[in-house]
Nanobody, 123 residues
Framework: QVQLEESGGGLVQAGGSLRVSCAASGLTFSRYAMGWFRQAPGKEREFVGTILGSADTAFYASSVKGRFTISRENARNTVYLQMNSLKPEDTAIYYC????????????????WGQGTQVTVSS
């Protein structure tokens, strides 16, 4: 079975940095685009960014572009989200997800999801 597990969340001050990770198992990792989404209390889950399966290509939501960077290590079945210049509005549960779609940016385009990791940015 497929399993995605996020880690690395925590509390950070505004302006700080944090890296969260997602370890995948049970799938051919390099075939999947790996996305990051986030969900704050009372809000819908929103797209953060994605990185394509084996291509050196990533794209991001405008709200995080220039601050967040996604990378992956296919040999370790792991994808990362490096978050810099964090703002209180970045506070959310961060989820990783796997998709076989070409340029997936929507929740409905992802087949598998992790349980999420909490990121809290204090002011």
């Amino acid at each position: 079975q497929v399993q995605l597990e996020e880690s690395g969340g925590g509390l950070v001050q505004a302006g700080g940095s944090l890296r969260v990770s997602c370890a995948a198992s049970g799938l051919t990792f390099s075939r999947y685009a790996m996305g990051w989404f986030r969900q704050a209390p009372g809000k819908e889950r929103e797209f953060v960014g994605t990185i394509l399966g084996s291509a050196d290509t990533a794209f991001y939501a405008s709200s995080v572009k220039g601050r967040f960077t996604i990378s992956r290590e296919n040999a370790r079945n792991t994808v990362y989200l490096q978050m810099n210049s964090l703002k209180p509005e970045d506070t959310a549960i961060y989820y990783c997800a796997a998709s076989l779609r070409g340029w997936p940016t929507r929740v409905s385009e992802y087949e598998y999801w992790g349980q999420g990791t909490q990121v809290t940015v204090s002011s």
